[in-house]
């Protein structure tokens, strides 16, 4: 039986590593439009990088394709500076991969294809986790749910933040990448898709964001726990999901519901395979 370790009982800097770990394969879409009191920046929603082979992408949402820019440019935030960040939607295929009828059941997938150049480009900042080096793993013999500790990452649009620079003269926006631990319950598997749901526990609640929208196409991760002389270290991250929705409020049991490994490394694989084995879509 795996042990288990109460999150409060892990070293803050377990917790600190696993946010290090993280940071370079998630990324945040935003838009950027003018309003009477200036140019303004809006979250969209959170993705993850991804690699198959040559084949560069962002799992997400379908409902964040859904509203990303068809023409011009989208941004995305990809670090910590003020920069702006943003890329030609001439580079991107939007893929829709699934979408259900009830937003609280799913499906609902998505990815961006990136262009060579913009995979390229991204790549000198950020980081693609390999899907194809761990297919089979996850598909065949995935390890026990209550093995290490999983975490949910993507943006939250409850923590944006804003303030005037230093001469008072421009408006700064910060967007906030939140790494939260905790556990799944156990999945289940509808038709093709799987599924995760991610409760906020109560002793929880006071760190928690009251709202997750954001989050949305934001990473599901299993870490293993490994031990050396120095105590606790996280180890091998394992892509297990995508964020996509929340279910109940701050009142009652509350927290975001998550594709699953089947839908990750079988559905999505599969659709962004053939996708790139032949000429792309408009979007």
């Known amino acids: 039986m795996p042990e288990e370790i109460p999150l409060r009982d892990l070293p803050e800097s377990v917790l600190e590593e696993v946010a290090r770990i993280l940071a370079p394969y998630v990324i945040g879409f935003v838009s950027y439009t003018r309003t009477p009191n200036g140019s303004d920046v809006q979250l969209l929603g959170s993705g993850t990088l991804v690699s198959l082979g040559s084949t560069k992408a962002i799992l997400t949402a379908e ?48 990815a961006v294809v990136l262009s060579p150049a913009i995979a390229a480009a991204l790549a000198a900042r950020k980081s693609f986790y390999d899907l194809s080096l761990r297919r089979e793993q996850l598909l065949k013999s995935p390890p026990d749910i ?60 006071a760190s928690a964001p009251n709202n997750f929208g954001g989050m949305s196409g934001g990473g599901l991760w299993q870490f293993a ?13 394992l892509l ?28 999505a694989y599969d659709a962004i395979q053939e996708l ?8």
């Open 63 to 110: 409902h964040v394709v859904r509203i990303l820019p068809r023409d011009g440019r989208l941004g995305l935030v990809i670090s910590q500076t003020p920069q702006r960040h943003d890329v030609d939607v001439q580079g991107l295929t939007y893929l829709r991969i699934a979408r259900g009828t009830q937003d609280e059941d799913g499906p609902d997938f998505g």
């Open 146 to 205: 209550k093995e290490g500790m999983w975490f949910i990452n993507g943006f939250v649009d409850e923590y944006t933040w804003e303030e005037l620079d230093a001469g008072k003269k421009l408006r700064i926006k910060g967007f906030y990448n939140l790494s939260g631990a905790g556990g799944p319950n156990d999945g289940v598997v509808v038709r093709e898709h799987d599924y995760f749901e991610f409760p906020v526990s109560p002793g929880g609640r």
């Open 276 to 283: 790139a084995n032949k000429k792309p879509p408009t979007n």
């Open 225 to 237: 726990l490994v031990k050396n002389d120095k105590g606790l270290k996280p180890a091998r991250p």
């Open 240 to 267: 297990s999901g995508v964020v996509f929705y929340q279910y109940g409020t701050p009142d009652a049991q509350y927290g975001v519901k998550c594709h699953g490994r089947r839908s990750v490394y079988r559905v």
